[in-house]
């Protein structure tokens, strides 16, 4: 897949225009495809300009290699954050769909964990190949899931939310049961996902786009009026915890591959 120059563009991420649809593909295989500052920044520079463009009717997101995405890189998990969002909609800017007046297709080819439910849980559309995993292993790795589980109620139903966010990564969900519980419309094969997906945005294509446009903004306003200020309390709940030892034990157990010594829990 080669650069589309007319948006910003990093090593990290890729971008290819396909008729009127706009192929993005997070590009860190070798990481899984895991958000580090550079690849969220590279993300938060393309929407806007992307949204400019009257010629796109549709944005597909994809990973690279085997992995969809692995979440927030765990180096960054144990470094103190430099840049916090003020609201959790300042934090999650680097997801496509408030930006966009277009349809977003998640395409989701191999492992989607944590943060990387983001993307699932703000596309309108969501594929995925029958290798497909989702995962959050907030709680594994000492942090508290507090925004993606609220975004994944409005998708699947409250049990499988919560094993999969009270378990951490010791639950994980197969593409099957992800489409039977909701969060996935469509499974195939991983060599038809994406042929599947520019399927969809071929025909998407073929709709008026104002009468697309404003459906698609009545669907997100709805969403967004039901969730807002239980994702502030979390992404609020999220930094307070940083405070907390496990916050930092968590992933340095895991960077040096070693089961963590979690301390007691607030009273």
């Known amino acids: 897949m080669t650069n589309d120059t007319r948006f910003p563009t990093s090593p990290e991420l890729l971008t290819e225009v396909v008729g009127t649809t706009l192929v993005v593909t997070l590009n860190r295989p070798t990481r899984a495809n895991a958000l580090d500052a550079t690849l969220i920044r590279a993300l938060r520079e393309l929407w806007p300009q992307v949204a400019t463009d009257t010629r796109l009717r549709c944005v597909v997101l994809t990973g690279a290699g085997n992995a969809f995405c692995a979440g927030a890189d765990v180096a960054m998990l144990a470094a103190p954050r430099i840049e916090i969002g003020a609201t959790a909609a300042a934090e999650l800017s680097f997801v496509p769909g408030p930006h966009l007046n277009i349809p977003v297709i998640a395409a989701v080819n191999g492992v989607c964990a944590g943060g990387g439910l983001h993307f699932v849980a703000d596309a309108d559309i969501v594929v995925a190949a029958d290798v497909a995993r989702f ?133």
């Open 135 to 267: 995962i959050d292993p907030h709680v594994s790795v000492g942090q508290v899931s507090g925004l993606e589980p609220i975004e994944l109620l409005m998708r699947m139903r409250r049990d499988l939310v919560a094993r999969m966010a009270l378990l951490g990564s010791k639950e994980v969900l197969d593409a099957t049961t992800a489409q039977a519980a909701g969060l996935v419309s469509q499974v195939v094969a991983p060599g038809d996902l994406l042929p599947m997906a520019m399927s969809l945005a071929a025909q998407i294509a073929q709709g008026s786009p104002e009468a697309q446009r404003v459906t698609r903004q009545i669907l997100r306003d709805f969403e967004a009026d039901l969730v807002r200020e239980h994702l502030d309390r979390g992404w609020q709940a999220v930094q307070d915890h940083w405070t907390h030892p496990d916050a930092v034990e968590g992933p340095t157990a895991f960077a040096e591959k070693r089961a963590p010594q979690w301390a007691p829990p607030r009273s």
